[in-house]
């Protein structure tokens, strides 16, 4: 649960920082399935980001995202399409090795988050 909280939080943050674009560009991500921003914090996030903005412009700037990324599928299933069979040989091949490097990341992820509250706890027993 503090991992989607922290995720959440940066994205807030980015998003109020940067405004309108980070909007477009987080809902491109989601919608491309980008593995560090799943739908089940993305979502929540901008919704509660909408209730802040202007909820038409908000609604348009997500659309915008959208619209970009599927253009950029029909772009690759036009242009590659008839090449799938070769497609679907390179990404199996690539996507163990983005699987063990995914896995990587996240047990140093885990083994972080584990000293840092090691840490802390010995300063919490010092004071």
């Not at 491309?32 to 802040?52: N, Q, R, W, Y």
């Not at 497609?87 to 840092?116: G, T």
Request: glycine residues 4%; contains cysteine.
């Amino acid at each position: 649960m503090e991992i989607i909280n922290s995720l959440t939080n940066q994205i807030m943050y980015i998003i109020s920082e940067i405004g309108y674009i980070a909007v477009v560009i987080i809902t491109a991500m989601e919608y491309a399935c980008f593995p560090a921003m799943p739908s089940e914090v993305i979502l929540p996030a901008i919704g509660i980001l909408a209730a802040k903005y202007n909820k038409k412009t908000f609604i348009l700037f997500s659309v915008m995202g959208i619209i970009i990324w599927n253009a950029i599928l029909v772009s690759l299933g036009y242009f590659i399409g008839h090449n799938w069979s070769y497609i679907h040989l390179i990404m199996k091949q690539y996507s163990i090795f983005a699987a063990i490097i995914i896995f990587i990341i996240i047990l140093l992820l885990i083994y972080r988050k584990l000293v840092s509250r090691k840490q802390n706890n010995k300063s919490k027993n010092l004071i």
